[in-house]
């Protein structure tokens, strides 16, 4: 299913607005500095999957500068940029999902999780660390650890509200063909 750019553009309004709200409001603290345990991923990750590249990348970007810009310590672009990547990688490799058809079974559980997994540790594994270095010279042992540690808490809370999502959209979506004369 195609979408049109004006469904689009509300869907990223949306969607970094969520992102905003669950990445102030409902984060947990990690135990590594400067590090969240995030609740907003499930969210972009669904949306990108939906809306693809483009608006995932958005989402990403704008709902995570605004969360920074919130706490007043300013935007920290390398984790910025990552949220984007990981919007823009999601929506590009989970093309193959059939969400809009009403298809969410194992497989597509499958391919979300295996998806998010790939798209989260480039993000925080290689994106947001290497940037972390090379735009504000942060020490490289502190800035994979966090990268880990926002990685894994990431892929394990897009696991569980991210297939969530997934699964109560596609079961909100008729099946293909289940409204064929044939049947």
């Known amino acids: 299913m195609k979408n049109s750019p004006v469904k689009t553009i509300v869907a990223i309004g949306i969607g970094a607005a969520l992102f905003f709200v669950l ?3 409902v984060a947990i603290p990690s135990p590594v500095p400067n590090t969240n345990i995030s609740t907003q991923y499930g ?26 810009f919130s706490y007043g310590w300013g935007i920290w672009w390398s984790w ?7 919007g823009c990688l999601m929506g590009l490799i989970s093309k193959k999902l059939k969400l809009a058809d009403g298809e969410f079974g194992s497989k597509g559980f499958i391919g979300f999780n295996v998806c ?6 480039l993000a925080w594994g290689v994106v947001a660390p290497v940037l972390d270095i090379l735009i504000y010279a942060e020490p ?5 650890v966090q990268g880990l540690v926002g990685g894994a808490s990431n892929i ?6 991210g297939s ?10 008729p099946k293909s063909g289940s409204l064929s004369k044939d049947n």
């Open 23 to 25: 990445g102030r409001f």
């Open 43 to 68: 969210l972009l990750a669904f949306m990108a999957a939906l809306f693809g590249p483009i608006a995932g990348a958005l989402i990403g970007l704008i709902g995570h500068a605004l969360i920074d």
């Open 80 to 86: 910025v940029i990552a949220s984007a990547c990981f």
């Open 116 to 121: 998010q997994i790939i798209c989260h540790v």
């Open 140 to 144: 490289a042992n502190k800035v994979f």
């Open 156 to 161: 394990v809370t897009t696991a569980i509200i």
């Open 164 to 173: 969530i999502l997934c699964a109560a959209y596609a079961g909100s979506r």
